[in-house]
C-alpha cells in the first residue's frame, strides 16, 4: 500500500516534469523569437471589475523601474480616489491630472463634459509628445469617445504619433473598435460575479 | 442650416439630460439599498492581460486610504518584478513575500513546487488571521490550487476564517470552481488580443 502510493507520487512527478520539460521547450522559443521592444498600445475594456484597477498596478510597476509616467483620468467623482491619494505622493515621478467632472449621469450636462473631455485631451497630448514619460495611463478615455466626446480621428492619430517606446493604457468599457484595431494588447474584463449584486456598496480599497 | 444644426445639437443635449436623469435615478437608488460593508474576496482569473497589475492597482488604491496591506506572490521568476521593486520601498505599509521560485515549467520538480506552496500559504495565513491588514493580495494562488500544490479545502476555509472587514484579492488563470462560488467579485479577464502574438516579448512596466 505504502510502495504503490510511493510510485503513482513518483509517477506523477516524473509525467509533471516530463510535461514541464516540453512546455519550458515551447515557452523558451517562443521568448527568442520575440526580439522586439518597443512601446505598446494596451486596452483594457469589458464590464467587469478591474480595468482601472489594472491600469494602475502597471503604473506601479513602470515606477519599479524607474520610469517617469502620466495619468490623466478622464471621468471620476469629485471625491479623491485611493489611486489619486496614493499617486499623488511621488510629484516627482507621476504627473497625475483628474479632468474629469463626475460620472456623465451624475454631471447632466453634455456640454460641459465635452469641454471637460476635450481640456483632459489637451493635457493628454502634452503627455504623448513627450519621449521622458515611459508610460501614459488614460483612465475611462473609452467612456468619452463612447458619448462622443471627443474626436476619435483625432484621439488615434495623437496615439499613432506617440514616441516610439512610450507605453499607452487606455481603460474603461465600450473601447471603440478602431481603438482596439489599433492596440497591441487588448483584455475583455468579463464580469462573472460582483459584490454589487449581493447589495454590497462600493468600497475604499477596492472601487475606490 | 446653423439653425437646423443648433437644433440638431440643442435636442442630442435634451435626450442627452433626459437619458442621464434616468441613469441617476437608477443607480442613487441602488447605492442607497446597498448599505452593507464588508471584507471582499474579489477574484481575478481567465488568460487575458491585467490579473496581477489589477491586483496591485487595488493594493496601491488602499495604501492611498492608510491602510495596511500584505502581499504574497505564489509563483513568480528569480528576477525581481516591477511591482516588488515598487512596493518594497513602503515596508511601513507593505508586508510583501515572493514565495515562489519560478514558473512550474522552470523548476521541474514539482515536489520543491509544493514546498514552496506550502511556505507561501503558511505567510498568508498570518496575514489572514491578522485583522490590521485591510488587503491581502495572493498573487498566483489559482496556479498553485489548479496544480494540486495546495489543500483546496483548507485554503478555502482560512480564507472564510479572517476577519469580517479584511479584503483578499486571489488572481490567476483557472480558477476553482469552488474558490469563484466563494468570491463576492470575480471578473474573467478574457484575451482579445497580446502583443506576444505579434512577436513583441514581456516588458518592463507592462507585464514585468
Not at 1 to 7: G, Q, Y
Not at 82 to 93: A, I, V
Not at 99 to 110: A, I, K, L, N, V
Not at 183 to 200: L, R, S, Y
Request: with cysteine; hydrophobic share 40%.
Amino acid at each position: 500500500m505504502t510502495d504503490s502510493l510511493f510510485t503513482d507520487t513518483s509517477d506523477r512527478n516524473e509525467r509533471h516534469l516530463a510535461r514541464m520539460l516540453r512546455k519550458k521547450a515551447v515557452i523558451d522559443e517562443r521568448i527568442a523569437n520575440s526580439p522586439n521592444e518597443c512601446g505598446l498600445l494596451l486596452v483594457l475594456t469589458g464590464n467587469g471589475k478591474g480595468k482601472s484597477s489594472s491600469a494602475f498596478g502597471m503604473l506601479a510597476r513602470s515606477m519599479g523601474h524607474g520610469m517617469q509616467c502620466g495619468v490623466v483620468q478622464f471621468i471620476k467623482g469629485r471625491n479623491s480616489t485611493g489611486e489619486e491619494l496614493f499617486f499623488r505622493r511621488f510629484p516627482e515621478q507621476v504627473r497625475f491630472h483628474v479632468m474629469g467632472e463626475g460620472f456623465t449621469w451624475e454631471t447632466q450636462d453634455r456640454q460641459r463634459d465635452i469641454a471637460a473631455a476635450e481640456a483632459a485631451w489637451a493635457v493628454s497630448r502634452q503627455l504623448l509628445s513627450d519621449p521622458s514619460i515611459g508610460l501614459v495611463v488614460l483612465d475611462e478615455l473609452n467612456i468619452a469617445l463612447k458619448h462622443g466626446y471627443l474626436d476619435l480621428d483625432q484621439v488615434l492619430s495623437d496615439l499613432q504619433a506617440r514616441p516610439p517606446m512610450q507605453h499607452v493604457v487606455v481603460t474603461g468599457r465600450g473601447a471603440k473598435p478602431e481603438m482596439i484595431e489599433l492596440a497591441d494588447t487588448v483584455t475583455e474584463m468579463g464580469m462573472i460575479k460582483h459584490a454589487f449584486q449581493a447589495g454590497i456598496k462600493a468600497q475604499k480599497g477596492v472601487e475606490l
